[in-house]
């Protein structure tokens, strides 16, 4: 049975320094966003889509911030991507 490791960062300011609630979570399935105590974003690491909280990816202007950062892309984008079927709206927090 191989051993799951998670670990869990702040997400970095231009400057360098921890932005207080906005976390990167790293296991071996793939990297997640939290901001604050809700789940964002999900990216996999061997396939499969990226996966957005149906309920909380655009829930504020600052965590619509933070998910740009670790998606790397704009709300345009994402939206497009979503309407495509490219990311799925998803449950990340139950």
Known sequence: MTQSKMKV??????????????????????????????????????????????????????TSKYRNIFLGEDKKTTEKKIASGEYELCDLNS
């Not at 960062?9 to 296991?27: D, M």
């Not at 966003?33 to 990816?57: C, M, N």
């Open 9 to 62: 960062v702040n997400l970095e300011s231009n400057r360098g320094n921890n932005i207080a609630n906005q976390f990167e979570i790293t296991t071996n399935e793939g990297r997640y966003f939290q901001s604050y105590r809700s789940v964002i974003a999900f990216i996999p690491f061997h396939g499969g889509k990226i996966k957005l909280d149906e309920t909380y990816w655009d829930y504020s202007k600052t």
